[in-house]
């Protein structure tokens, strides 16, 4: 007999997901996905090498190019991962004060997820799963799912 997979119960309705295997959809998505992720940037004042690893690993040249034009159809990978950071920027900008939710990131933090290192140290070292629990500790700290 067959093991069927469970599935996990995240709140979300799958049949409204975008999908990103889809080469029109990523066209679609790209532009927005790119502006929010420079403003994120920006707003979280990283070096262009972290932000190259949260993408998961740009080159120079094409993160450069991309910074300069903002213009680039992004891969599956590329747009879960900006849209991990835009959940994780838009957490905490519920949970805390302006100046608090912009420096957070780069902030020595006594969770023992973190080690009392940045959050960010996990985020650019672990990639797309660091990116998930602190997406997660983020909502159970708001009292999301």
């Keep these: 007999m067959a093991a069927t997979p469970v599935v996990p119960d995240l709140g979300l309705d ?14 679609r998505l790209s532009p927005a996905a790119i502006e929010a992720f420079f403003r994120i ?7 262009n090498e972290d932000a190259m690893a949260l993408l998961g690993g740009f080159s120079h040249g094409r993160y450069y ?13 590329e747009l879960t991962r900006i849209s991990l950071l835009i959940g994780i920027f ?28 940045p959050p ?15 997406r997660r500790l983020l909502d159970s700290r708001r009292g999301g799912r």
Excluded: C, Y
């Design 14 to 27: 799958l049949r409204k997901l975008p999908d990103l295997t889809d080469a029109a959809t990523r066209k």
């Design 41 to 47: 940037v920006e707003n979280w004042d990283l070096k």
């Design 65 to 77: 190019g991309l910074k300069k034009t903002h213009k680039s159809v992004l891969t599956q990978d």
């Design 90 to 117: 838009k957490s905490l900008n519920i949970l805390f004060n302006r100046k608090l939710a912009s420096q957070w990131i780069s902030r020595p933090n006594s969770n023992p997820v973190f080690s009392n290192a």
């Design 120 to 134: 960010l140290v996990l985020l650019v070292q672990s990639g797309m799963p660091g990116m998930l629990v602190v």
